[in-house]
């Protein structure tokens, strides 16, 4: 966790998102898909708390070493601050954040789901994934075309790619885990990973584990210092041995999750009460494949 | 008095703090987190409440950001007192940093023994009894403070237990701040810690929800600020004596000095640090740099130095 002024490089709009590059060596030469930056505000303004993205790119090598990238959606007052972010304005970052995706050591087909912003952080980890001579393919979505994240760039690096958009606007109309099935047979999934809305992803967990297939996800909740410091992004995740569950922290213990071992019910709100541990203890979910 | 050198240490209830600045309760998490500040440059730490055994808190969403403000709640989580004296405090006796520890629990009696667990460690100078708590015992949930007899009761107790020096947390009351903070140190309290948060509900209209799971939260930040000084300063009045540690929305040096002039004797930082880790050394450094401007000897001699004309409310 290092802690920079970053200059801002470049800001593009792409779709309903602006992609930000900056300069922050030390961040971007210890940054791995999954990990997060955190982002100050302005001084001054009503607006006070640091603004949590996932890195999308991490630029180790090449005419653009040092440089990281970040995808925002303009929808509230922060991130419609940094939309409008003028080149060469120096940003008060601390990163990377947060534990990474783990690679597959022997399985080979890696299964990228997401949807909407949750394009970010998966691209980045197709990259890498690539990189370490794994088969990748990829389902991506969002609610219109605007919302599916980089489809071209997608296109390029998976061995085959479905799209679906809410609106039908692009792909497929629907969900993207209205795919899931069919493409996880399809391709021969050995490993998912996936990004993107809470729905979304718990239909990726409920498939993963009635197929047994093991699978990461990056969650997002809402975080306040983003450093393990205020307890505000907790999830529940039952414990190792099944013998209960905890809150763990998002941004330290997370983002990234065994979707196996998440109490969905309790997370989206639909079990406000606490959830009792079952007499005979939580099924015990396996570790990440070695 | 020219080329005053002051000196920043300050003394509450017989603790000599190096710096009149704390990382407040819930801010520094239990205090065994990485973090990106030097805890040698704090003055102190208060350590997130700490309840017998562990809690899990509340469900999410735990917070929001309201205008100038962070609305939170997250229903008291920590590793319990057994887990904190392990995993974190050795870091931050390592460090020498002086440790707060911010006590917690459902009932009197949880509060007594978590007290007790916390009485001889080097590390740790002081207790801050949490009264924002919520009383589960005779309470119905309603914090331990919304009750002046609750109060005492706990404060009372711990204080007898210990043989640290104990600071009452309270938050704002209307209109019985006065009175509750008084019989906090009749029971036996050597100083007190005001601000809490600011009860508040944020509303998502779109969804017809709160925006907190639980659903009422604290309010922290600038927004909490002017209720944070009158509060020190209602109190600071009529116990001139009484060691106060000022707490709410304080971000800058200016803030800290405003604390001081109302009559706190030190002051905590909470959601500063949230957003810059290092606010605290910022606040030291700007302190210093209004003693020295004024010629001032200590941040002990800002002490109540507001001057108000005629009589306030």
């Known amino acids: ?36 930056l955190s982002v100050a505000m302005p001084p001054h303004r009503a607006f006070l708390l640091r603004r949590h993205f996932s890195i999308h790119q991490a630029s180790r090598r090449g005419g653009w070493a040092g440089t990281l990238e970040f995808a925002v959606e303009a929808q509230g007052p922060g991130t419609r601050w940094l939309a409008e972010v003028k080149p060469h304005r120096f940003l008060d970052v601390i990163g990377p954040l947060g534990k990474p995706f783990a690679y597959p050591a022997r399985l080979t087909n890696c299964l990228l789901v997401c949807e909407g912003h949750g394009g970010a952080p998966i691209s980045f980890l197709a990259q890498e994934l690539r990189a370490r001579g794994k088969r990748v393919d990829m389902l991506i979505g969002g609610a219109t075309h605007d919302h599916v994240f980089k489809p071209i760039e997608a296109k390029r690096m998976a061995q085959t790619i479905r799209i679906a958009t809410a609106d039908g606007s692009m792909g497929e109309p629907g969900s993207v885990a209205d795919l899931l099935p069919e493409m996880v047979e399809a ?41 393990g410091q205020c307890f505000t992004c907790v999830v ?14 998002a941004c330290t213990e997370g983002p990234v999750f065994n979707p196996a071992r998440i109490l969905w019910d309790r997370w989206m709100g639909e079990a406000p009460e606490p959830a009792p541990t079952p007499p005979e203890g939580f099924p015990v979910v396996r570790s990440w494949p070695g | 008095m020219a080329g005053v050198k002051p000196t920043m240490t300050v003394d509450l209830a017989g603790v000599a703090f190096p710096l009149p600045v704390l990382a407040a309760s819930g801010c520094l998490g239990t205090g065994g987190e990485p973090t990106v500040v030097d805890l040698r440059r704090l003055g102190g730490v208060v350590t997130r409440s700490l309840t017998l055994e562990p809690r899990r808190g509340a469900p999410t969403p735990r917070m929001a950001e309201t205008p100038s403000g962070l609305l939170s709640w997250t229903g008291l989580q920590n590793p319990g007192v057994e887990g904190f004296l392990v995993e974190d405090l050795p870091r931050l006796e390592q460090a020498g940093v002086p440790v707060v520890a911010s006590i917690a629990g459902g009932g009197v009696e949880e509060f007594l023994r978590v007290t007790s667990l916390l009485q001889h460690r080097p590390g740790i100078v002081a207790l801050e009894v949490y009264l924002g708590a919520p009383d589960e015992e005779r309470g119905r949930g309603r914090p331990f403070a919304a009750r002046l007899d609750r109060a005492v009761e706990v404060v009372g107790a711990v204080a007898r237990m210990s043989r640290l020096p104990v600071f009452a947390k309270l938050p ?91 009559g706190a004797w030190a002051v905590q930082v909470g959601t500063a640090m949230l957003i810059d880790p290092a606010a605290p050394v910022e606040i030291a450094r700007g302190i210093l740099a209004y003693l020295k401007d004024k010629q001032l000897e200590s941040p002990a001699a800002l002490r109540g130095r507001l001057r108000v004309p005629g009589t306030s409310p």
């Open chain 1, 1 to 36: 966790m290092k802690r920079v002024r970053a200059e801002v490089l470049s800001v593009r709009r792409l779709g309903a998102y602006h992609v930000l590059t900056i300069v922050a060596p030390e961040v971007a030469e210890r940054a791995r898909p999954g990990q997060f």
């Open chain 1, 236 to 249: 529940p995740v039952i414990r190792k041995d099944g013998s209960g569950y905890d809150h763990l922290r």
């Open chain 2, 172 to 262: 704002y009351l209307e209109p019985d701040l006065v009175e509750t903070a008084r019989a906090c140190v009749r029971a036996g309290a050597h100083g007190l810690t005001l601000i809490g948060g600011v009860p508040g509900l944020a509303v998502d209209a779109e969804r017809l929800r709160p925006e907190l799971a639980a659903p009422i939260g604290l309010l922290s930040g600038p927004a909490i600020k002017p209720i944070a000084l009158a509060a020190v300063h209602r109190v600071a009045r009529e116990l001139p004596e009484v060691p106060i540690m000022g707490v709410g929305g304080i971000a800058t040096g200016r803030d800290a000095v405003e604390f001081l002039l109302a």
């Open chain 1, 187 to 227: 391709v021969g999934a050995q490993v998912v990973y996936a990004a993107g809305p809470r729905e979304m992803l718990r239909r990726v967990a409920e498939l993963c584990v009635e197929r047994r297939i093991p699978s990461q996800v990056a969650l997002e909740e809402r975080m306040a210092c983003g450093m």
